[in-house]
């Protein structure tokens, strides 16, 4: 019961299209990393997606809001955050989901007859959207446990997270994530075998910076090329206001591909 | 001797600031991704170069072409090519480079002692310069053997070719490497432990288009994080001309960083 529970915020998502119960100061505040990563989900999508590492269950929600055809099941390890997921879900403002949504309290890590048990069935999914923590554990960390185990990136997660997917993704199926640019390596090395036809987009503040994401999306057991897409631009170069591409994402108004 | 070879043409560089003798029809010709290659080195660049499968020389003159105090060797494993970039080095129009520069006919990915046997000492070199081979033995052939040669990377080719890279470049030293984006899985593995502090570049040909090349720079055992940059984009969304920055760096008048 939430009554117990931090004081949490209900934040309106996609002009108000969905909204998301949140803790207000503890755990993992979603923001446009999750947008951008259920963007990752085409427009016409039909089927079932894993939100591996939902947290309150933002990406998960944003898919549902624009693919109405689409099914998610959201998978978090925290039972902090997944009691906000279950929450999110009993809003009466998404009861457009309430057909075609679940939440999972699991860890994404689980392998074997564990994973199995826990509902993640061998390819049942055509779709596993993944935002994973992204600290190092040598980054400065933060005083509040359930946000650092949000953010900390344990050695071999990404390998262990994408494991997953490949398991739960039936052949043909897609993976989506979201992930800083110095994690690259640690994700191609982890697709590779398991989803091909990668296509990478930048995720750049301006035009003139650095990229602070990459997004990438694969096909389970495609052996197609790698393809470096044209970078997504946040913000123009002065200013604060999206770009419109960046809006529309934002908005669930578009998919990024 | 040229006038036992096949014809050749002699093509001005940098607006006619250097000058390559290159075969006519057989063997690798250079373009713009040699110039784009040469461009990673910074123009207060001081120290030397290695032109890792130089070819007839391309990358590694235009080097000496805008950075006055570096001095270049070019090593090419075939004798068709090196006698290329002897000749190259030897117009009078080149006259500025030729105490700064000289050829070493070896295969790349020779080890241990035949490659320093070969000329090329363990950190005798402040910066290695490549364009690798990016054919798949698969992809469509070429009937000139020379030139397909120069197009076909073979399996573990790039793990060879960084490995050489690593040896022969100092401690704090600096690689750069041209390349398609679909090779982008196997040089981070290769890099990896060898060259730190990434930076990639996307090639674009137009700002709505994928890249065709990524170039990667790094350092010699760096151990700073990877650095997505914003893409050089070669021409406009339109049109045949090439941007204003496309344009000063295939001419010789910036560096890419």
Known sequence: MLADQASHTVDAFHRGRFYLLQPAAKGHRSGVDAMILASVVQNEFSGRVADLGAGAGAAGLAVLARCERASAVLIERSGFMAAFARESLALPENAAFSGRSEVIEADVTLTGKARNAAGLADNSFDFAIMNPPFNLPTDRSTPDPVKAEAHVMTQGMMEQWIRTAAAIVRPGGAIGIIARPTSITELLDALKGRFGGLVIVPVQPRPQEAAIR????????????????????????????FTERADAINNGLTSLF
């Not at 999306?217 to 206001?241: F, Q, V, Y």
């Open 214 to 241: 990459i997004v990438i999306k694969g096909t389970r057991g495609s052996r197609a090329g790698l393809t470096l897409s044209p970078a997504l631009i946040m913000h123009h170069e002065t200013g604060n206001g």
